[in-house]
């Protein structure tokens, strides 16, 4: 079982960046690869970023390529996501999640641990 607590979302103008973290209860934080979704109302869960168990592996969304950065520090059972250059269209809340497969995943069911989101919100 892993809880986890997103943190560092907020208001931001076009072309801007922020950095969200992810912190993670428990001892085995370093055991999970770890993924970034994000869901505007009415729509569909969207994969964003996603990195293995070491950090030395990590997948994209084609919306986010270039912009975004997943990292994991895993001392501080943290995981992050750096995002630069952000647009009105990447408004909306944004979700960290623990899988307990071995190896990336980028399919939200493929998750088992879920945070309560955190809002990002970018201004035009």
Do not use: H
């Amino acid at each position: 079982q892993v809880q986890l607590v997103e943190s560092g979302g907020g208001l931001v103008q076009a072309g801007g960046s922020l950095r969200l973290s992810c912190a993670a209860s428990g001892r085995t934080f370093r055991t999970y690869p770890m993924g970034w979704f994000r869901q505007a109302p009415g729509k569909e869960r969207e994969f964003v970023a996603a990195i293995s168990r070491s950090g030395g592996s990590t997948n994209y969304g084609d919306s986010v390529k270039g912009r975004f950065t997943i990292s994991r520090d895993n001392a501080k059972n943290t995981v992050y996501l750096q995002m630069n250059s952000l647009k009105p269209e990447d408004t909306t809340i944004y979700y960290c999640a623990a899988t307990t497969r071995l190896t990336i995943a980028i399919s939200d069911y493929e998750y088992n641990y879920w945070g309560q989101g955190t809002q990002v919100t970018v201004s035009s």
